[in-house]
């Protein structure tokens, strides 16, 4: 086994090295603490690896992403979002038979509990869709409780995976319906996964909706361009909090927080408002270029920048391109994708960008369509997490199978006081 030698002080440790399937090497530091004291230390873990996984690879340099070692072009173009859930969740993509149980298991799965729904009433209107969405999906613990034990078990988990995937589409449309107050359109089992959902978003009784191909297309690719991107913010929370053995719901109820926040997936509702703010008070791209330059400034450039790409986002280059064939079928000027598309061009052309390797992300142009296709602002997180959810329940597994499986616990380096005490007087 190939080995790294690390001198520490007078000592030399030797520290085996991790190679994975596409070259990528690790060092292993394990035991580095127990054979020398020391541990290392890494900031917001810009180099540090949590596990070893056969899901998703990603290359950041190259701009390379794959789920189950097929390319993200491959399956946003050719597969259906069920397929490639299943195929994160069981590492391979479903025959026919197996198609037709997880189909059957969505379906059956797709109704919300009628004392569930009934959470929905006492929420305020103000409330943001994914406060709703974490509170419902760990609302689920309350009505399938299911223990640690019987997780393991195959078919158990596989039943509590496709209600997750399943009823999150219908929380979420839910919870959009109480938003505007119209009544709640509730799943038919006559609908693919992706027809159904829009069909429940916007159906109202005074005016059906009509689900197009192109529409159920697009929230498609969607969905299957969000489903797994490995050891980000939320699958990394996801894993941590799911390794203190706590159930799947609350597992991925803490990943769902994860994502909201705007340097994560709430980046994708952060663009959509800068591009607006840009608009309504007529700033030049100059300054909107400076400004996120600034460092005396908090303003940063919504969906720019990556803690693994350094190039392209490849996901950002497909959602570029149908943004744009969208518009362009249907004749339509969007403002906000010309101030998106002239703020890429400045940005891609400023040193400090280059330098940082800055380049617009997944959360850049996807609310440009989301928001052709009808979806508020408020609901493109949630989106984002419809997406991940297989993603987050098939690391959550492969982190529970793993040999030997242990609490996720890191360390740190104490820099408080050496001693104090409780003041004598108050
Ligand atoms: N606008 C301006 N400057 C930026 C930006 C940006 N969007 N992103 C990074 N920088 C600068 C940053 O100030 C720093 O400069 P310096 O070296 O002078 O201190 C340098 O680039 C490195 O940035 P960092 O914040 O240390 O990088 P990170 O890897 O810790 O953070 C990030 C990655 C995505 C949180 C960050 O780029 C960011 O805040 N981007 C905007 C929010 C965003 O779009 N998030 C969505 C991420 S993709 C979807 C997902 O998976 O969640």
């Given at each position: ?37 020391f ?126 995937i ?78 203190s053995?706590?159930?799947l ?22 663009v ?10 007529n ?25 693994v ?18 518009l ?80 996720g ?18």
């Amino acid at each position: 086994m190939e080995k790294a030698k690390l001198h520490l002080e007078s000592q030399i440790i030797e520290l085996p090295i991790v190679t994975g399937t596409m070259g990528e090497k690790g060092i292993d530091i394990t035991n580095l603490r127990n054979e020398s004291g020391f541990i290392t230390l890494d900031n917001g873990y810009q180099n540090t690896g949590s596990c070893k996984s056969s899901i998703t690879f990603v290359d950041g340099e190259k701009g390379i992403l794959k789920y189950r070692g097929v390319d993200i072009s491959e399956l946003a173009e050719k597969a259906m979002f069920t397929e490639v859930a299943y195929l994160l969740i069981n590492g391979t993509f479903p025959n026919a038979e197996e198609k037709k149980i997880f189909s059957t298991q969505l379906t059956e799965n797709s109704m919300l509990h009628e004392d569930m729904i009934k959470f929905f009433h006492s929420v305020p209107p103000t409330a943001h869709p994914m406060a709703i969405l974490s509170t419902m999906v760990n609302a689920m613990s309350i009505f399938y409780p299911q223990y640690f034990v019987e997780q393991q078990n195959d078919d158990v988990y596989k039943l509590m995976a496709a209600r997750l995937i399943s009823k999150i589409r219908t929380i979420a449309a839910f919870s959009y319906k109480k938003s505007i107050g119209d009544p709640f359109v509730y799943p038919r089992h006559d609908l693919r996964y992706c027809g159904n959902f829009l069909n429940m978003m916007f159906h109202s009784p005074v005016k059906p909706y009509e689900i197009s191909p192109e529409a159920e297309r697009l929230m498609n690719m969607l969905l299957i361009l969000h489903a797994d991107h490995e050891q980000n913010c939320s699958t990394s929370t996801v894993r941590l909090v799911g390794s203190s053995k706590v159930n799947l719901y609350s597992s991925v109820c803490a990943g769902i927080c994860a994502l909201w926040g705007p340097l994560h997936g709430g980046a994708n509702q952060e663009v959509i408002e800068m591009l607006e703010h840009i608009k309504k008070t007529n700033m030049s791209i100059k300054s909107v270029i400076e400004n996120a330059k600034d460092k005396n400034s908090t303003f940063k450039l919504s969906g720019f920048g990556h803690r693994v790409y350094k190039n392209f986002d490849p996901r950002m280059k497909i959602l570029k391109k149908e943004a744009q064939a969208f518009l362009a079928k249907r004749k339509i000027s969007d403002p906000l994708m010309n101030i998106a598309l002239e703020l890429e061009e400045a940005a891609l052309k400023d040193d400090f960008f280059i330098e940082r390797g800055l380049y617009p992300n997944v959360d850049f142009y996807s609310g440009i369509l989301y928001r052709e296709m009808g979806f508020p602002t408020d609901m493109f997180t949630v989106l984002f997490a419809m997406g991940r959810m297989p993603g987050w329940i098939a690391q959550w597994k492969e982190m529970h199978d793993s040999v030997p499986f242990k609490i996720g616990r890191p360390r740190q380096i104490y820099i408080g006081p050496k001693e104090a005490h409780y003041p004598e007087s108050q």
